[in-house]
Nanobody, 124 residues
Framework: EVQLQASGGGLVQAGGSLRLSCTASGLTFGNYGIGWFRQAPGKEREGVAYINTNPGMTLYADSVKGRFAISTDSAKNTVYLQMNDLKPEDTAVYYC?????????????????WGQGTQVTVSS
């Protein structure tokens, strides 16, 4: 069965960096795109970044473009989200999710499998 596990969250000061990892099992990266979503307390879940290696493409939310970078390591079956220049508004639970579709926008309903999430807290 497909399983996704997000890890790497923690508490950091504003301006700091974290790298989140999403380790996948039961799926082939070439057949799925992997997205990172986040949900802050009392807020709607929002797409942050997405990568599909077949074909190669990425998507980023405007709020994180230039600060976050998504990448993959196929040998480790892992997708990373490098988060730099973190801001308090980045505080959220971050989830990784997999979609079998070729997408142009991060629509939640297009992602079939979801990990449990990892907490990122950015202090002022």
């Amino acid at each position: 069965e497909v399983q996704l596990q997000a890890s790497g969250g923690g508490l950091v000061q504003a301006g700091g960096s974290l790298r989140l990892s999403c380790t996948a099992s039961g799926l082939t990266f070439g057949n799925y795109g992997i997205g990172w979503f986040r949900q802050a307390p009392g807020k709607e879940r929002e797409g942050v970044a997405y990568i599909n290696t077949n074909p190669g493409m990425t998507l980023y939310a405007d709020s994180v473009k230039g600060r976050f970078a998504i990448s993959t390591d196929s040998a480790k079956n892992t997708v990373y989200l490098q988060m730099n220049d973190l801001k308090p508004e980045d505080t959220a639970v971050y989830y990784c999710a997999a979609s079998p579709f070729s997408i142009s926008t991060m629509t939640t309903d297009l992602f079939r499998f979801w990990g449990q999430g990892t907490q990122v807290t950015v202090s002022s």
